[in-house]
């Protein structure tokens, strides 16, 4: 079997691209336009350099046409995780959000939050946020009818290393500022007291149904996992008592991450790990769903040394998509990976970057029998120095290829891999 795939590069690798972020669309909802992050007006120095000058950008993936949908004067806004970025100016690079039926892409530059048409260049804006406010990653909702950004008080980060605490210590509200794209205002400000948003995500068909995280959160094995509708807020993951006596492996004291929707907006899927402890399967990785209608929920604990930080992404019938998890002699010898990170230019004393996976690997999940059926398809070769350089994977819309970015050769580039299990 081929498991190691030769990946074709979509972007030229001159300057720093990457994928929008995983929990959203990359590509038009015809696969033809990639929207891209890129930096060529003026390439990062290193690892959070607040003066690149990231961009969006369009490549038509028949004709190879590159086009530039907007300009940034200044470079990046200080948002989640640019933490040393430039105060209330410049791009917020999370914020930069895809309705790939609409091809229409929401984003906030400065305090100013804007939409602009892939196909015409057409740029307007569509709103404000107050000054003084960190963003997170935004989403817009499938249709492109509504954009959501979360925002919270830059006072929340007088600690980088204590950001939870600050903002239950000091009860500090996060927002999530939600945006008419077609004409225009805010028509929701929903409050999320106790807790830092990060990651927002529309229900796919259901504009009014979003769901979100709590960041770095303590107890993230009940806090992580959020969702807000028209019966108000509520953690999803379930989870019982924390005294060690339990038979279910589910506690507060786990690691929960990366949250994202089914395509067909029925079920939430997640990874983590279970906490350490005298309870079965602790310190075992694993990936779980659950099922938004009823609140049943399946969680798979993968095999022993699965384990390496890494990414979650959905796709058609079941198949799921990651970056890490795998050990990296999963599938025979690796080739040494640098795991040098760089310092970053930015001086923000943030938390270090994970040393994550190097496989691009499909999974395929079956929730009802509770399996998991793991291929391993290509080492992407990234050197996760920085969240821009994660791999964050994801299958295009008619889940012939699977698209991910990588600093494999030198500055971040845009690839594509087939998504079919090798013969």
Known sequence: MNWDRRPTRLTDARSNDQLLYFTGPSTTADDRSLVFLGDAARPARGPYDPDALVDVWVLDRIDGGLGRLTSNRVGIRRSYVYFGGHP???????????????????????????????????????????????????????????????VISAAAFADLHAIDATVRAEGLVSHLLVFDAERGGIVDDIDVPDGWVTH???????????????????????????????????????????????????????????????RDGARIVYHGRYAPGPRPLAGRAFVGSIEVASGDSCEVALPDGHTRYGHVATGPDGRLVTDGLAPDDARGPASPASRVIPLRLDGADAPPEDDGGTWIARLDADWTSGTIGWTPLARHGSSWSSQDAHPHPVFDHAGRSILYTSDVDGCRAVYEIPADVPA
């Open 200 to 262: 927002v995500a529309f229900r796919p068909g259901d504009p009014t149904t979003i769901l979100f995280n709590h960041e770095w959160a303590e107890g993230s094995g009940r806090r992580r996992i959020w969702v807000s509708d028209r019966a108000g807020r509520r953690p999803l993951r379930p989870a019982g008592d924390d005294d060690g006596a339990r038979v279910g492996p589910a506690t507060a004291a786990d690691e929960v991450e990366h949250e994202t929707w089914t």
């Open 88 to 150: 209330d100016a410049g791009i917020a690079p999370g914020s930069i959000a895809l309705a790939a039926a609409r091809a229409i892409v929401c984003y906030l530059d400065g305090d100013v939050v804007r939409r602009v048409d892939v196909s015409s260049g057409r740029d307007r804006e569509i709103g404000e946020i107050i000054p003084g406010q960190v963003t997170g990653y935004g989403a817009l909702s499938d249709d492109g009818s509504r954009y959501c950004l979360p």
